[in-house]
């Protein structure tokens, strides 16, 4: 008659949750890393796209300054009978619009000004995802600590079940595929 399997003592259920939760602690914490480094990244993008922005729009509003004062000055010659001098500041007022030699008329800082705020927002709507990647990878980890010490093999589970969502947070972070806007 064989013998009924026994219910293996502490010890033995301390080894396995160990070897099982330090592979997964070290995947977590790998996944945490990445999602640090990369999350920093997307918080110094915000900041350099929204100083690059406000200096090209002020750099928009210099030009679109310096283009009234000429259009201003063409219509205060053309009044005094100057028409010399009026056509050339007219000219000198139709140039500030758009200068694509060198990228620096009105309607090519525009574009490059909205361009930088499209990419600012699209680095603002991946911040949150890598705040909460970041706490759910903790939590997890932490779980899984606690797997060990209390040798709880339902606490691997629901730390695995954490982690597991964490890292699918961290995909939502990278590539914004779930249509879901987060403020």
């Known amino acids: 008659m064989a013998n009924p399997p026994s219910t293996p003592s502490r010890s033995e259920r301390e080894g396995r949750i160990k070897d099982k939760a330090g592979w997964a602690i070290a995947v977590l914490a790998a996944l945490l890393a990445i999602n640090s480094y990369v ?8 900041l350099n796209n929204t100083i690059a922005a406000n200096n ?9 300054i310096k283009q009234t004062a000429y259009e201003i000055a063409s219509v205060q010659a053309a009044d005094a009978g100057n028409t010399a001098i009026a056509q050339k500041y007219a000219a000198k007022a139709a140039g500030y619009e758009s200068e694509p030699a060198t990228g620096e008329g009105k309607k ?5 000004a ?6 600012r927002q699209a680095a603002r709507e991946r911040s949150p995802w890598f705040t909460y990647t970041g706490s759910a990878l903790q939590i997890a980890i932490v779980l899984l600590t606690a797997s060990i ?5 339902r606490m691997f589970q629901a730390s695995v079940v954490v982690g597991v969502a ?16 987060v403020s």
């Open 39 to 46: 999350g920093g990244g997307n918080s110094s993008k915000i």
């Open 114 to 119: 909205r361009a930088l705020e499209a990419e």
């Open 56 to 64: 090209t729009w002020a750099f928009y509003q210099a030009k679109s």
């Open 108 to 112: 090519e800082l525009m574009a490059k």
């Open 149 to 153: 010490l209390s040798v709880s093999n």
């Open 166 to 181: 964490g890292a699918f947070l961290l995909t939502q972070a990278l590539w914004l595929w779930m249509p879901i806007a």
